[in-house]
C-alpha cells in the first residue's frame, strides 16, 4: 500500500572538525539505513526497521550511544533508549541503565513483554540479564578513551551524537527509535527526553513517528515530538509541522536541537537549529542520502 520510507539521525550539535570523521559518520549512516532498508524490504514491520537502524548507530563509537556514551558527572555511562510503534502507539523505554551493550533492544524487549513502558537502573537490566540481552563486564568496556579524555577537560557540553530512526512500513505502520549516553557531564540518576514519549520519542500510525535529538530539558518541557503529531492531527504538513517543532516550540524554551519525522505518507522532515545534524534517508522512490550540515 505506502510508500516505505526511513530516516536516521546520529546526533544535532557543532559540526566536528576534521574531515576523515565525517566520512566515517556518512559511512556509519549508511550502514544503518542499509539494515532498516533490508527490514522494511523484506516485509518487515516498521519497528524491526528503527531496531535494526538505531543498532548500527550502537555499534558505533563515533555517537553518543551504547559504546561511545558520554559520561556522567562522576565518570560514569547512563543510557536512555526508547522505540514505539505507531499502530498502538506501544512504547518500551529504558532510563539509566549502566551495562548494557545494547539498550535499544533492551527497549524493544520491555515493549514486546508488555508490562510496563518505562523501566530504569538495574531492574532494566536484571531483565536483559534474564532474557540474554548481552551485558559488558565492566562499564570500562563501554567507555571510549576519547570520552574519557572530555570527561577530564570537563568539556561536557559540546558532546551530541544521540542516534534516532523513524520509518514507515508497506502497510503503513509507522516507528521511531533513540538512543543516547544523554548529555555530557550529567548529574548520575538524570533521565533525559530519549525514553520518554512525546518528548524525545513518539510514533502514531495515524500522522508521523519522530525522534529528537539536542537539548534534552528543553525538548522535555516542549514535548517536542508530540508538537509534531499535534499539528499533523490539524492537517499540517510534515515539513511545517516539523519546522514548528524545533523552531518555535523548542526555541521557546531555549532549546537548541533537531528531529528527523516521516508521516503517514512516507514524507520525511530533518529540520535542526543546531550547526549540525547528522542524518540518512531512504524512500523507496528515491536512492539513498547522508548529510551533515
Ligand atoms: N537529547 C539528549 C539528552 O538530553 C542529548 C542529545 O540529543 O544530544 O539526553
Do not use: Y
Not at 539494515?35 to 538505531?54: C, F, I, K, N, T
Not at 522535555?220 to 499539528?231: F, I, P, Q, S
Request: charged share 25%; net charge negative.
Amino acid at each position: 500500500m505506502s510508500r516505505v520510507a526511513i530516516a536516521v539521525h546520529g546526533g544535532a550539535g557543532r559540526r566536528r572538525p576534521g574531515g576523515a570523521c565525517e566520512r566515517e559518520i556518512h559511512a556509519a549512516l549508511l550502514r544503518a539505513l542499509e539494515g532498516g532498508r533490508s527490514a522494511l524490504e523484506a516485509g518487515r514491520p516498521a519497528l524491526d526497521a528503527v531496531v535494526a537502524a538505531v543498532t548500527v548507530l550502537e555499534e558505533e563509537e563515533l555517537f553518543n550511544a551504547a559504546r561511545g556514551s558520554v559520561l556522567t558527572e562522576a565518570g560514569t555511562v547512563e543510557m536512555d533508549a526508547a522505540v514505539m510503534r505507531g499502530e498502538d502507539r506501544a512504547l518500551g523505554a529504558v532510563a539509566a541503565v549502566r551495562s548494557v551493550r545494547q539498550p535499544i533492544k533492551l527497549a524493544r524487549l520491555v515493549l514486546d513483554r508488555g508490562r510496563e513502558a518505562i523501566l530504569c537502573g538495574e531492574s532494566a537490566e536484571a531483565l536483559a540479564d534474564a532474557n540474554g540481552l548481552e551485558l559488558v563486564a565492566e562499564e570500562e568496556d563501554l567507555i571510549t578513551e576519547h570520552r574519557r579524555q572530555g570527561w577530564r577537560r570537563g568539556s561536557g557540553s559540546a558532546s551530541h551524537g544521540t542516534v534516532g530512526a523513524v520509518a514507515l512500513d508497506r502497510s503503513g505502520g509507522l516507528a521511531a527509535a533513540t538512543s543516547t549516553g544523554g548529555r555530557a557531564g550529567q548529574s548520575a540518576g538524570r533521565i533525559g527526553d530519549t525514553p520518554l514519549p512525546g518528548a524525545g520519542t513518539w510514533a502514531d500510525s495515524g500522522t508521523g513517528a519522530v525522534s529528537c535529538t539536542g537539548d534534552g530539558e528543553a525538548i522535555l518541557r516542549a514535548a517536542c515530538a508530540h508538537e509534531v503529531h499535534v499539528r499533523l492531527r490539524e492537517g499540517r504538513s510534515l515539513a511545517e509541522a516539523a519546522e514548528a517543532a524545533v523552531f518555535e516550540e523548542l526555541a521557546r524554551f531555549g532549546g537548541d536541537g533537531g528531529l528527523i519525522a516521516v508521516d503517514a505518507q512516507g514524507n520525511l522532515a530533518m529540520p535542526f537549529s543546531t550547526e549540525a545534524m547528522s542524518r540518512g534517508w531512504w524512500t523507496a522512490k528515491g536512492s539513498t542520502h547522508t548529510a551533515i550540515a
